[in-house]
C-alpha cells in the first residue's frame, strides 16, 4: 500500500474487482477493515457487516450487507469455495424475493467477501425477539405474506434456474421494513437439479445434500441421501412451523440424535440414521389456541411437512395457493 496515503485511507483495505474483457477499467473498491463496521450478523466460518456507502454525486447510497470470512478460517479451502460459490451463483439470480447481489472481492490475504444488498433483518431474530416478548405467534397475514414471497423464491429458484437451496430456515429469510417483502439469503450449499427437481449428477457428481439438521427432511437425515426440491418444500413447512410455535424446529427425537452422532460404532450409527430418516414433523405446541383463521396456514404447513415427499407440494403450487389467500384477504 502507498505510503504517501493519508491516515484515513491507511485505514482502508483495497480489493480490486476482477477485470471483463468488454470492460477497460474498473475502479477500486475500498472495504473498510472489520472494526470499523457494524456486525449484524454471523454464519459458519463467516461473519456479516453492514457497510454505509459514502455519497456518490450528491447522491445518497443505500448500505450493503458485507459477508467476510472470519480471520481463522481465510486459509480454509471449504470456506472460501463455499463464499466462492455463493457469489457465482448470487450474481446470476435476479428476483424480487431473492436477495441482491453487489460484489465479490478477493484480498491478497485471502480476506475474501461477498457484498449484497441489506435487508432490516432476518425472520430468526424476529421470532427470537417476538418469543421474548412473549406474543405468541405472528398473525396469519404476516406468515401468509411471509409464505408467499418465500414460495415464490423456490418456484424461480427449481423451475427457472434449477437450483434448490439446500439451507431453507427462518435465519436465511431477510424482511424488508414491516414485512413489506421477504428475501431469501445464503446461496452457499446451492446443488443443481433437473427439470424433474432431482439433483443434476452430471453438474454435481457425488453431491451431499448440506443442510442445518434441524430444519432437514426426513429423506436427507438418513442416509443414502435422497436429494429432490421437494427436500425444500418440507424445510418450507418448518419456516411456517416456527412463525407459529415461535422456536427452531428441534423435535426431541432429531435432537437426540444430533447430539449422539460423535464417535459410535457403526451398528448403533446405522440405527442413528435410521430414526433420523423417519423424524416425525414438530407438532403444534398444545398450549396454543389458534383460531379458524389459520386453519388455510396449518393446512399448508401439514402439506409441505408430510413424510412421504411426493405428496408434498410443489413450489408452483404454492405459490398459486397463496396468492389466492392473499387476493381472498384484500
Known amino acids: 500500500m502507498n505510503t504517501n496515503k493519508n491516515v484515513s485511507e491507511n485505514l482502508q483495505i483495497e480489493f480490486c474487482t476482477p477485470r471483463k474483457p468488454s470492460v477497460q477499467h474498473l475502479n477500486k473498491i475500498k472495504i473498510p477493515p472489520s472494526p470499523f463496521m457494524k456486525k449484524i450478523g454471523y454464519g459458519t466460518g463467516i461473519a456479516v457487516y453492514e457497510l454505509q456507502r459514502s455519497p456518490a454525486l450528491n447522491k ?57 444488498e441489506e435487508c432490516d433483518k432476518c425472520l430468526g431474530e424476529l421470532i427470537e425477539d417476538r418469543n421474548d416478548m412473549d406474543r405468541g405467534p405472528f398473525t396469519p397475514d404476516i406468515i401468509v405474506k411471509v409464505a408467499s414471497d418465500v414460495a415464490n423464491a423456490l418456484s424461480y429458484l427449481h423451475n427457472t434456474v434449477l437450483l434448490m437451496h439446500c439451507d431453507l430456515k427462518s435465519y436465511n429469510v431477510l424482511i424488508k421494513g414491516d414485512f413489506q417483502i421477504c428475501k431469501l439469503c445464503d446461496f452457499g450449499v446451492c446443488l443443481p437439479v433437473t427439470k424433474d427437481g432431482i439433483i443434476d449428477t452430471e453438474k454435481a457428481p457425488g453431491a451431499e445434500y448440506v443442510g442445518t439438521q434441524s430444519w432437514c427432511a426426513p429423506e436427507i437425515l438418513g442416509y443414502p441421501q435422497d436429494i429432490t426440491t421437494q427436500a425444500d418444500i418440507y424445510s418450507f413447512g418448518l419456516i411456517i412451523w416456527e412463525m407459529i410455535a415461535l422456536s427452531p424446529p428441534v423435535t426431541e427425537d432429531v435432537a437426540e440424535c444430533i447430539s449422539n452422532c460423535a464417535n459410535l460404532d457403526p451398528d448403533t450409527l446405522d440405527d442413528l440414521l ?6 416425525e414433523r414438530p407438532p403444534i405446541p398444545e398450549n396454543l389456541k389458534l383460531g379458524k383463521e389459520y386453519n388455510w396456514i396449518l393446512e399448508i404447513y401439514y402439506c409441505c411437512t408430510r413424510k412421504i415427499k411426493t405428496e408434498r407440494p410443489t413450489a408452483i403450487q404454492l405459490t398459486e395457493i397463496l396468492q389466492e389467500i392473499l387476493k381472498d384477504k384484500q
Open 274 to 279: 435410521e430414526k433420523m430418516s423417519s423424524r
Open 60 to 116: 445518497l447510497r443505500s448500505p450493503w450487507a458485507v459477508k467476510k470470512l472470519i480471520k481463522r478460517n481465510r486459509d480454509n479451502p471449504l470456506i472460501k469455495e463455499r463464499l466462492k460459490q455463493e457469489a457465482d451463483i448470487l450474481r446470476n439470480l435476479v428476483h424480487p424475493n431473492i436477495v441482491g447481489f453487489r460484489v465479490y472481492l478477493e484480498g491478497k490475504d485471502g480476506n475474501n467477501l461477498l457484498a449484497m
